[in-house]
């Protein structure tokens, strides 16, 4: 399987920290994804990144990619209220095989 | 902005009924796909879809399911006999080449 795997599966930080997201997977990708969904609502895709990319960024986002490490982080900067959600990875390899999701909590 | 569409919103079926789930895609993709995501769990890929035909289907898409483009915009997945199991979220998503998969809002459906 080529699962993504997110840790932490939770995460707690006051409003105008940084949040920091990793996810880990095990086979080869084409690209790898990055989702947000709200409780009990659609995916909203948030950035992708090719296997042949290291860096990338969108905004308060940042996405990094280690094929070596098949490992990927999310870093959300000047963290928002309105940023709490759950954030899954998705690698991509013709479908998407997603992770099993960081819940952030960002406090008011 | 172009966006996926799903319709129903909701559906509430009882166990051993039909359900036909529908999607509009964006209109210039060419790839489409089915996912499922059980209450709590972590989202499924269940079909994909390209140039009319199935190009992968996970363990999940048993005979029960089935898909169709019926028309030039409408993409379904339609279910023949629900099973309590079958209760979910369901997304449809769609994508051009190797890029973005763009995933409409999705359907929960719930299976008495």
């Known amino acids: 399987s080529q699962q993504g795997e997110e840790d932490p599966q939770a995460l707690s930080i006051q409003e105008g920290e940084n949040a920091t997201m990793n996810c880990s997977y095990k086979t080869s990708i084409n690209n790898l994804q990055w989702y947000r969904q709200n409780s009990g609502r659609g995916l909203v895709h948030l950035i992708l990144?090719?296997?042949?990319?290291r860096e990338k960024h969108s905004g308060r986002l940042r996405v990094t990619l280690d094929t070596s490490k098949k490992s990927s982080s999310l870093l959300i900067t000047a963290s928002r209220a309105a940023d709490t959600a759950s954030y899954f990875c998705?690698?991509?390899?013709?479908?998407?095989?997603f992770g099993t999701g960081t819940r952030l909590t960002i406090i008011p | 902005e172009p966006e996926v569409t799903q319709t129903p919103s909701h559906q509430v079926t009882q166990m051993g009924q039909e359900v036909i789930l529908r999607c509009v895609p964006i209109?210039?993709?060419?790839?489409f796909y089915w996912y499922r995501q059980i209450l709590g769990q972590k989202v499924e890929f269940l079909v994909s879809f390209y140039n009319n035909e199935i190009s992968e289907k996970s363990e999940i898409f048993d005979d029960q399911f089935s898909v169709e483009r019926p028309d030039g915009s409408n993409f379904t997945l339609k279910i023949r006999s629900t099973k309590l199991e079958d209760s979910a979220m369901y997304f449809c998503?769609?994508?051009?080449?190797?890029?973005?998969?763009?995933f409409g809002p999705g359907t929960r459906l719930l299976v008495l």
């Open positions: 998503a769609s994508r051009v080449l190797q890029e973005t998969q763009y």
């Open positions: 209109s210039n993709h060419l790839y």
């Open positions: 998705a690698t991509d390899k013709e479908k998407l095989t």
């Open positions: 990144i090719r296997s042949n990319e």
